[in-house]
């Protein structure tokens, strides 16, 4: 759909931001504070911006994006590597802020179909607890690892009181998360659907909400797609190539994979069956759980799209 005005591409810093409207010839740069929003904000408004564009800034984003759709601008945040792959592929090499706010709006406007976000507070909370999760998650596997060496007794002691105040902590973010999923109308049929596949349970619904909001809503193709699971050829001529993933949403990627593993040699009979069969077939047991991993976004994909919960063929679930 053409764009009803100006398109400003936003190149979101931690202590600034740059703005290009490059169909105008216009720049500016605001400090990342609510004064300098607001004066951002003015200086949209006085050149009539309708859509303002982004790269997914690891959270610093969010300000922004809020302060925009609030005074009426919409707002597309974009995947910082197509950005990225897109100024290459135009040939522009050098990189500074001003440059990459003017590749965004670039960018925004060689692909203007593209679908703006639209502000959806819970989800950003969601989005905001189950990213504390992981990274909760991942400070416990770095203790762990740490511990698996002989430490001086005052080191031991001190990822041991670590150890248990992540415990605690990852608790409370684990009953928040469920409470945001059971009390949240828009989120709580998707994550019971979600969660009543064998192997999945409240963490994989919140992530999948979070982070695959399409989910439901698009094509398989498109689905795993964006998960970043989908299979890319590399051939050329009568040579004919492996077949690797790329691209995608990797925080969710890795939660899924984490799910899949367990899914698929433990707790799904569906999935189970499947990667037995592959492995049966030679394939390494990684490759498999990356099919198994497919497969499964396709089946909640199904589920979502027909508000059904796991219910699969009695002939789909072999005798263990």
Same mark, same amino acid.
């Given at each position: 759909?053409?764009?009803e005005g100006p398109i400003v591409g936003i190149d979101i810093g931690k202590a600034k931001v740059d703005a290009c409207i490059r169909s105008l010839r216009q720049r500016s740069a605001q400090p990342s504070t609510p004064q300098g929003r607001a004066a951002m904000i003015a200086w949209l408004r006085a050149h009539a911006v309708t859509t303002a564009v982004m790269e997914?800034?690891? %959270?610093?984003?969010?300000?922004?994006?809020?302060? =925009?759709?609030?005074?009426?601008?919409?707002?597309?945040? &974009?995947?910082? #590597?197509?950005?990225?792959?897109?100024?290459?592929?135009?040939?522009?090499?050098?990189?500074n802020d001003p440059i990459d706010a003017e590749m965004i709006a670039w960018f925004a406007e060689t692909f203007p179909d593209a679908p703006a976000a639209t502000a959806d507070p819970d989800r950003?909370?969601?989005?905001?607890?189950?990213?504390?999760?992981?990274?909760?998650v991942k400070l416990d596997a770095q203790?762990?690892?740490?511990?698996?060496?002989?430490?001086?007794?005052?080191?031991?002691?001190a990822f041991a009181a670590l150890a248990k105040t992540l415990a605690a902590q990852r608790?409370?973010?684990?009953?928040?998360?469920?409470?945001?999923?059971?009390?949240t109308p828009a989120m709580t049929e998707r994550a019971e659907i979600i969660a009543s596949?064998? %192997?999945l349970a409240t963490m994989a619904s919140g992530g =999948?909400?979070?982070?695959?909001?399409?989910?439901?809503? &698009?094509?398989? #193709?498109?689905?795993?797609?964006?998960?970043?699971a989908a299979a890319y050829a590399d051939d050329s001529g009568g040579r004919s190539g492996e077949r690797h993933i790329k691209g995608g949403r990797r925080k969710l990627r890795n939660l899924l994979y984490v799910v899949t593993l367990g899914a698929a040699t433990q707790h799904n009979p569906v999935l189970k069956a499947y990667y037995q069969k592959l492995?049966?077939?030679?394939?390494?047991?990684?490759?498999a759980i990356v099919a198994c991993m497919r497969k499964l976004i396709v089946i909640l994909n199904t589920m979502l799209a027909r508000g059904q919960k796991w219910n699969p063929p009695a002939g789909a679930t072999p005798v263990a």
């Open positions: 759909m053409p764009q997914a800034s690891g %959270g610093y984003e969010q300000p922004w994006a809020a302060a =925009l759709r609030q005074a009426g601008i919409a707002v597309r945040i &974009v995947d910082p #590597k197509r950005v990225r792959h897109f100024a290459k592929s135009a040939g522009q090499l050098a990189k950003d909370e969601l989005d905001r607890l189950v990213t504390a999760r992981t990274t909760l203790i762990d690892n740490y511990a698996e060496h002989d430490q001086p007794g005052p080191v031991r002691r608790a409370k973010l684990d009953a928040a998360i469920a409470a945001k999923l059971a009390t596949v064998p %192997g =999948l909400i979070a982070w695959l909001p399409e989910l439901g809503r &698009v094509s398989h #193709k498109a689905a795993t797609a964006l998960l970043g492995r049966a077939k030679g394939k390494p047991a990684k490759v």
